[in-house]
């Protein structure tokens, strides 16, 4: 079964400095993987996805996610933070074909940027 | 046109009561999903639509019937819910791929259900 992981259910950052999300993913085969991100009284909202290719795929916003199949991660990152990236952020990863075909959404971490 | 639109943003209803929660795109999106999510928690699938039919059911009770009537319509009916179902719930649309597995998913901005 696919699956992923986001290890901190928070991440505090300073405004103007560099942000890191953290994203684990278990899956067989190549992993389709994803970042979505909720703003308060909102739904989901699309920022990248990583199909095949390039392993650093970028995406709305000036954010950023590099693959490494090493490392099973799928790290989102953004050079300088602004306070408007504070929000919740999710990773989700997508099987091969032949496994459920769903979204398996990771637990999200909660991004505050701090002015 | 970029949007789902959900309607009402908040319902509160009994146990007892009967209501429908609303989803519309525009974008000629051929799936159509519907989410459940807790506070700071992920979504949770329960329904997915594809080209107008019942495509998954994620063992969802009976008190939530999904209806898709056409290709920018997407329903959820409501009946003796229980106060755990209150939640967040979230439309979402995509475009059919031969894949089905880069596909991107549009949510709405969702409606916030309370059962009292």
């Known amino acids: 079964a696919q699956s992923v992981a986001q290890p901190e259910d928070q991440v505090n950052v300073a405004e103007g400095n560099p942000l890191t999300v953290k994203c684990t993913y278990s899956?067989?085969?190549?992993?389709?993987l994803f970042w979505y991100v909720q703003y308060p009284n909102r739904g989901l909202q699309f920022l990248l996805k990583?199909?095949?290719?390039?392993?650093l795929v970028k995406g709305s916003y000036g954010f950023e996610a590099e693959f490494n199949k090493s490392q099973t991660s799928f790290h989102l990152k953004k050079p300088s933070a602004l306070v408007s990236d504070s929000a919740l952020y999710f990773c989700?990863?997508?099987?091969?074909?032949?496994?459920?075909?769903?979204?398996?959404f990771g637990s999200g971490t909660q991004l505050t940027v701090l002015p | 046109d970029t949007e789902v639109t959900q309607t009402p943003k908040h319902l509160v209803m009994g146990m007892t009561n009967k209501k429908s929660l609303k989803c519309e795109q525009h974008?000629?999106?051929?799936?159509m999903y519907w989410y459940k999510q807790k506070a700071k928690k992920p979504p949770e699938l329960m329904f997915v639509?594809?080209?107008?039919?019942?495509?998954i059911n994620e063992s969802v009770p009976s008190r939530f019937s999904p209806e898709c009537p056409n290709s920018s319509l997407l329903n959820l009916h409501l009946h003796a819910l229980q106060p755990e179902d209150s939640a967040l719930y979230l439309c979402a649309s995509s475009q059919v791929t031969t894949s089905r597995r880069d596909e991107k998913l549009f949510f709405g901005s969702g409606t916030q259900l309370s059962v009292l």
């Open positions: 899956v067989s085969g190549n992993p389709y």
């Open positions: 989700a990863v997508r099987g091969p074909p032949g496994s459920a075909r769903q979204l398996t």
């Open positions: 639509y594809s080209y107008e039919k019942l495509s």
């Open positions: 990583y199909i095949t290719g390039d392993n």
């Open positions: 974008m000629g999106h051929r799936a």
